[in-house]
């Protein structure tokens, strides 16, 4: 075996120190050194805040105490997004983490709810969603802390401050023998092999090494500057690509999800932290200029700005090889799907832990980043394919934007999903899929996409124990969450 001796991380970003923090913590012991090298003149993006559930999950695999971490990021909790006129105007639907019910007489939860409803006999699905629930009365519980109740099935993640994030990340790979240095890539080399063999920094500084993680952001200097891989641009399914930015102070309770609002050219977000409020207007440069986004953004921004806002733009897609060679792109060097369900973080997290699952020796045999490849286009498609649902099944037509979406191309698997559900309110789940059964029903349903038929199956059971099933359900978790401590309250009795 020749094990690889030194892995660089090019980018201090989320995605660099993401990669530093899981890279120094399972390889602690090997004879891997770390290298991350950032570029002082060159800024992150800073942006990134609002997180899905796995997240937690990986601050905890890594040994982080999840309050000191929250209290370090400023961070609050989320039990999902909440949708404003996104189907037609005036309409709202929460897509919420965690689980949709229960099985009633070992039968699907949505297929039984769904026949009650043929009836009349069911309130919203989303009242049997305690994550629902709870973000609907600005409450809050750890889920862990209340198994085996009516609200044991809910789930969370984070809004977190991207930059003290990174920070917090840098202290912990810092702690565990990473190095870090500040150099900015003027060049790169490679062997006859096509590998990259070094970097050479603006001060003229060379840095070998055995494997290169690319996390240098939409510069991609590795990926596709210096190895030429191309780009897989998903344009024509998604419009948006670009973004005004501000943060504002807090007015009011800190509410315990995302809010994203339907606007004339693409949506716009609301994020809480606890110190203040990220948001965001994504748009179309198609239909909307930066001065009509910016105005729009500040139209509705409802608390004094903390800075100016900043325009971000990308385009939709992904490197058509995450890994060529001995080099790997993380984040935005890798890709980018606009925001709607806050999954960069995640895919970048996904990346990781695929790169320690098929960890190479200084030789990288290909079948280990075709494998890898396949595993990671996977995953983006299906965030693009979730994130695309959003759009093609609104009904709106109020303005040239949401006209346009009524054209946009669904690519098949899309296509097939929504067959599926439309014939008897199937979905079909993939082994590792970041959006379950539940998250492709809240869209469907917010979205008033409604199946045809119910499956079957269900007319086993009785319709008087299904009504009373369900009312009894949905009772339950009402009751509990109406005693449990507001998200503010909750946060203060964990920082205390
Ligand atoms: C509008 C918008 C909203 C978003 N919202 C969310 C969200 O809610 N949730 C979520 O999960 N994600 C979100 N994201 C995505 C998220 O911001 C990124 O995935 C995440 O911040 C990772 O960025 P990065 O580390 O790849 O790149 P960056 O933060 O851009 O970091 C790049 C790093 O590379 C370094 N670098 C660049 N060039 C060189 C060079 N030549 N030499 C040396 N170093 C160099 C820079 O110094 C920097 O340290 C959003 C993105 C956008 C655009």
Redesign the pocket.
């Known amino acids: 075996m020749s094990a690889l001796r030194t892995i660089v991380i090019?980018?201090?970003?989320?995605?660099?120190w993401l990669a530093a923090a899981v890279l120094s913590h399972h390889l602690k012991g090997s004879n891997t050194q770390l290298r991350l090298?950032?570029?002082e003149d060159?800024s992150?993006?800073g942006?990134?805040?609002?997180?899905v559930p796995p997240f937690v999950g990986l601050i905890k695999s890594l040994g982080i105490n999840e309050q000191e971490f929250i209290a370090a990021t400023n961070a609050s909790y989320k039990l999902g997004i909440e949708f404003l006129d996104w189907g037609n105007k005036q309409q709202r639907y929460f897509h919420p983490f965690g689980v949709i019910g229960s099985r009633i007489e070992n039968q699907d939860f949505y297929q039984c709810w769904l026949k009650a409803r043929q009836t009349g006999h069911a309130a919203a699905l989303e009242n049997y969603s305690p994550c629902q629930v709870m973000a609907q009365n600005g409450r809050f519980w750890l889920p862990s802390h209340a198994q085996n109740t009516p609200i044991g099935g809910a789930n969370y993640a984070l809004h977190v401050d991207?930059t003290l994030a990174a920070q917090y990340l840098k202290k912990f790979a810092c702690a565990r023998g990473l190095q870090h240095s500040f150099?900015?890539?003027q060049q790169v080399n490679r062997s006859a092999n096509g590998f990259i063999s070094d970097l050479i920094l603006h001060n003229g500084e060379q840095i070998a090494g055995d494997f290169f993680i690319d996390?240098?952001?939409?510069?991609s200097?590795l990926t596709a500057n210096a190895l030429g891989v191309e780009f897989n641009d998903w344009s024509q399914y998604l419009p948006c690509d670009r973004?005004i930015?501000a943060r504002t102070t807090t007015t009011g309770p800190t509410a315990p999800y995302t809010q994203a609002r339907a606007r004339e050219a693409g949506w716009s977000w609301r994020i809480p932290l606890q110190n203040r409020v990220g948001r965001?207007y994504?748009y179309s440069s198609q239909f909307c200029s930066d001065t009509q986004a910016r105005a729009t953004l500040l139209k509705h921004v409802d608390a004094p700005l903390i800075d100016e806002p900043r325009l971000?733009q990308?385009t939709t897609g992904h490197r058509c090889e995450f890994w060529r060679h001995n080099c790997l792109a993380?984040?935005?060097?890798g890709g980018?799907i606009e925001?709607l369900e806050?999954?960069?973080?995640?895919l970048?997290a996904r990346g990781i832990d695929a790169f320690l699952q098929f960890l190479p020796d200084r030789h990288c045999h290909p079948s280990l980043s075709k494998h890898y490849n396949r595993r990671m286009i996977q995953d983006y498609e299906e965030v693009r394919d979730f994130i695309l649902l959003h759009y093609v099944t609104s009904q709106r037509l109020d303005t040239a934007f949401w006209r346009h979406c009524q054209t946009l191309p669904v690519p098949n698997s899309l296509q097939e999903r929504i067959e599926l559900f439309l014939a008897q309110g199937l979905i079909s789940e993939q082994h590792e899929q970041l959006f379950r059964s539940s998250s492709w029903q809240s869209v469907f349903e917010g979205m008033g996409i409604k199946p045809q038929n119910y499956s079957p199956r269900v007319d086993s059971l009785d319709a008087q124990v299904l009504t009373q099933n369900l009312a009894k359900a949905e009772a339950a978790i009402l009751a509990m969450v109406k005693t449990l401590p507001s998200h503010d309250e909750f946060l203060r009795r964990k920082n205390g």
Do not use: D, M, R
């Open positions: 090019l980018g201090g970003g989320t995605s660099g090298i950032e570029a060159v992150t993006i942006i990134g805040e609002s997180t991207a150099g900015k890539v996390c240098s952001g939409f510069n200097v973004a930015v965001g994504v971000l990308f993380l984040g935005l060097a980018f925001p806050a999954t960069a973080i995640h970048i």
